[in-house]
């Protein structure tokens, strides 16, 4: 299986032990270029995937001996090619599509060692095709989620599961389960129709703004974020933006995330417990995320489309990440894009959050009546940050043993560790 020495020139075997890391990092970079290019060809997604993970075992095994290609992504697609081959080979399916694979292969021979086994014009349909179906209505979320990691952003099962605390057998299943259903839904490998686009881009969008999400503020586990997870999050808002460059919603979504992330080298300590807003060293922030975010949000209001959900997310956080302190920080301004978002897209959440902003532009009084009408109306009952927000508003106004009691409550709420824990502190009044 392993393509001749006209395929791709070797360099001299690397050192023991950094083949893997070169296969692994390979795979993360081009799986979404590779798996999408066998799909096109094979017309199969579920067995396109199969194809380029078993070239990726052939090269765990040949690299180490014959030496790591020059172009590991044209390697990986060429083995992948002859997989193909023999498959249908073996089935007795000899018909124009090995024509149509062996002609690319020779050509790609013909081209030289550092050749493209894709069309280059072609690879950013062929992602965003792939991207369309791991995210296709037929799948439920979690599915959605699991094979977007999976497949596109080129995480193992074992990764996902970490990421997201559940066992490796169960992402397992969620994959191979979200394969069939693609397969018994007959999900052709190509772009939906015009009139499906909104629809379709808005579920990609969600899943990748959910797995940034999940890292930003983990629902569970030991740690409080997930930075690798975000910067898988923002790696895949960076394709989609690649992909779809005049599209507000992407840019929007990959600002929002740029600024986002901008304040996590100042959000944990040292021994990794939680920093609030107010208490963190702005001196710590990430100013390129910053500047790469707001050059982001920029171009999505150049369209002249208009802000979206996450355009106006996006202007909350330019907003936090212009002020040089939480005292300074234009409040009003963020109301008023609060209460754009409600309109837009309502929420209880954006609510909850709007109310957080009135109380630092006009006092914790009138985020109180807020405040106490989301918990009548019984739409945020067990989300944490509804009683841990009341007992901020409670405290900010005196009324100490109501506020402890709310932190209690909401640290009993809370499935993450640190989160708890600061929840606890506060309960017990040794943290203000």
Known sequence: MTPSSDDAAVRPLPPPGTVERTVAAVWRIESAKIVGTLARMVGDFGWAEDLAQEALLDALRQWPVEGVPRNGAAWLTAVAKRRAIDGWRRQERLDDRIAVLAHDLEHEQAEGTDAVPWDPDAVDDDVLRLMFITCHPVLS??????????????????????????????????????KKTLAAAGVPFETPPREEHTARLGALLGVVYLIFNEAHAASSGPEWMRPDLADEAIRLGRVLVGLMPREPDALGLLALME??????????????????LGDQDRRLWDRSRITRGRAALARADAVGRGRGAYGLQAAIAECHALAPSIEETDWEQIVVLYEALGRLAPSPVVELNRAAAVAMATGPASALKVLDQLEASGVLRGYHLLPATRAEMLRRLGREDEARSEFATAAALTGNDRERALLEEKARGERT
Request: aromatic share 4%.
């Open 141 to 178: 979320r979690e599915a959605q989620v699991a094979l977007t990691l999976r497949v596109v952003a080129g995480l193992s099962s074992e990764e996902i599961a970490r990421a997201f605390l559940v066992p490796t057998a169960t992402v397992q299943q969620r994959i191979v389960r979200a």
């Open 259 to 276: 600024l986002t992330a901008a304040r996590f080298p100042a959000r944990t300590d040292a021994q990794g417990d939680p920093v609030l």
